[in-house]
């Protein structure tokens, strides 16, 4: 006798088939994605190679906007750096009075050394001074000076860590007022005028950068717009085919950021070369100097940064003109 099964009985089984394998889409549509990158770079590097010279051409062209930028920015910091160096060595020269009592010499020195923003206190007697001049020009003053004319000097170091500007400026005006001194002078003056000088180039030189990159914004964008026009008739059988926008798109962005790498690359060389070049020169200027000049050349940060930038204004000269090229087939 044959057992018949219910209804509910052979839905239970159905239930109990074992399911097909399952797919994982999320792997799947990585997989898909990442080669579709890789396929748009190798497409990216055979428009880099099709016409070589033209890219070479536009890579230097690249290079050298990006090199004038890049070495105000290294120049700049250094001479940033130097500014605090020069700042700890600045200090006030006092001159005094000619006849000068010795109990008056003590008496501003003891009052001077009570200033919190006097850090050091040093004292040349006149005959002192004349030394010292006599040992800086290498000749013997007194066959042509008469008597001694130079005057005793306290010279003051300040401590600029724990001063600013608005104490120093009253120190200097009650220094002025003292008994007995006849000069006061700011050995920072100097100083201070030399950075508002390199403040302004500074500013001049952020304009003229913005305007080299901006050049180099439209160097790349005019290089991959005649590139799309060259593969115009293959974009649009892609479009006909059913391309999206970002698939057209991505191979000429990873040239714009092919032009935009080399191109920083090469100016990171030119800037090390520049300023392996004019080293012997600083260094002959500044020789005799207290505090020479020396120039730092790239460090990572900066061969990062002008990579990056580079790479973003290759990006974004790529993304204005693909999407001027789609916009005007509009399927």
């Given at each position: 006798m044959i057992k018949q099964e219910s209804p509910s009985t052979g839905a239970n089984r159905r239930h109990e088939l074992p399911p097909d394998k399952p797919q994982n889409p999320p792997i799947a549509n990585v997989r898909l994605w990442l080669n579709n990158h890789k396929q748009a770079l190798h497409r990216a590097k055979f428009h880099l190679t099709h016409n070589l010279f033209a890219s070479i051409v536009t890579i230097l062209v690249i290079a050298s906007t990006l090199t004038l930028p890049a070495s105000f920015q290294i120049l700049f910091s250094n001479l940033q750096g130097k500014e605090d160096q020069l700042?700890?060595?600045?200090?006030?020269?006092?001159?005094?009075?000619?006849?000068?009592?010795?109990?008056?010499?003590?008496?501003?020195?003891?009052?001077?050394?009570?200033?919190?923003?006097?850090?050091?206190?040093?004292?040349?007697?006149?005959?002192?001074?004349?030394?010292?001049?006599?040992?800086?020009?290498?000749?013997n003053s007194k066959k042509l000076l008469p008597g001694n004319p130079l005057p005793?000097?306290?010279?003051?170091?300040?401590?600029?860590?724990?001063?600013?500007?608005?104490?120093?400026?009253?120190?200097?005006?009650?220094?002025?007022?003292?008994?007995?001194?006849?000069?006061?002078?700011?050995?920072?003056?100097?100083?201070?005028?030399?950075?508002?000088?390199?403040?302004?180039?500074?500013?001049?030189?952020?304009?003229?950068?913005?305007f080299l990159i901006f050049s180099v914004l439209v160097i790349i964008g005019n290089t991959i717009r005649l590139l799309a026009q060259h593969y115009y008739d293959e974009i649009l059988v892609s479009k006909l085919m059913g391309a999206t926008d970002a698939y057209v798109r991505r191979p000429f962005l990873y040239s714009g950021v092919l032009f935009g790498l080399l191109g920083g690359f090469?100016?990171?060389?030119f800037v090390f070369l520049g300023f392996l070049?004019?080293?012997?020169?600083?260094?002959?200027?500044?020789?005799?100097?207290?505090?020479?000049?020396?120039?730092?050349?790239?460090?990572?940060t900066d061969?990062?940064?002008i990579l990056l930038l580079g790479a973003l204004l290759g990006i974004g000269g790529a993304w204005i003109a693909s999407n001027r090229i789609i916009n005007e087939i509009s399927i």
């Open positions: 700042a700890q060595h600045s200090g006030i020269s006092i001159f005094l009075q000619k006849n000068i009592a010795q109990e008056t010499i003590q008496q501003l020195q003891e009052q001077m050394t009570a200033k919190p923003e006097i850090k050091a206190l040093s004292y040349l007697s006149a005959a002192d001074v004349l030394a010292e001049f006599q040992a800086s020009v290498g000749i005793a000097v306290i010279y003051l170091t300040l401590d600029m860590a724990n001063s600013s500007a608005t104490t120093i400026q009253s120190l200097e005006q009650w220094l002025g007022e003292l008994h007995g001194v006849d000069l006061v002078q700011m050995d920072s003056q100097w100083i201070n005028q030399l950075f508002a000088i390199v403040d302004l180039v500074k500013n001049l030189s952020l304009l003229l950068a913005l090469f100016a990171c060389v070049w004019l080293d012997p020169e600083i260094t002959a200027v500044t020789h005799n100097s207290v505090n020479s000049l020396t120039i730092n050349g790239l460090n990572f061969i990062s940064s």
